[in-house]
């Protein structure tokens, strides 16, 4: 079986809105997790990478609250902001 790979590289972009509202989902969904007990960072990935909204609390409705968004928009916002003072380079 053969997989056929593009030469051209393909343009991704994500709204500003969806940027500011990514960011304050995961920083509230991230306080709850807290809350409850858990670690926040391995349930978010958890979440992240199954798309299984179980691994987030349903605490302050932080479940339903990032289920508002993708998971290709919550990494957007995460790999924007691992990677800020990159573009100072």
Same mark, same amino acid.
């Given at each position: 079986m053969s997989? %056929?790979?593009?030469? /051209?590289?393909?343009?991704?972009?994500?709204e500003a809105e969806e940027v500011n509202q990514a960011k304050e989902i995961l920083l509230s969904v991230y306080a709850a997790l807290? %809350?409850?007990?858990? /670690?926040?960072?391995?349930?978010l990935v958890g979440y992240l990478l199954s798309?299984?909204?179980?691994?987030?609390?349903?605490?302050?409705?932080?479940?339903?609250?990032i289920?508002?968004?993708e998971r290709d928009e919550l990494l957007e916002e995460l790999v924007r902001n691992y990677l800020k003072d990159a573009e100072a380079i």
């Open positions: 997989r %056929e790979t593009s030469e /051209n590289t393909v343009m991704f972009k994500v807290k %809350e409850k007990g858990y /670690n926040p960072i391995n349930q798309g299984d909204p179980a691994y987030i609390t349903s605490h302050n409705n932080a479940r339903s609250k289920r508002r968004l």
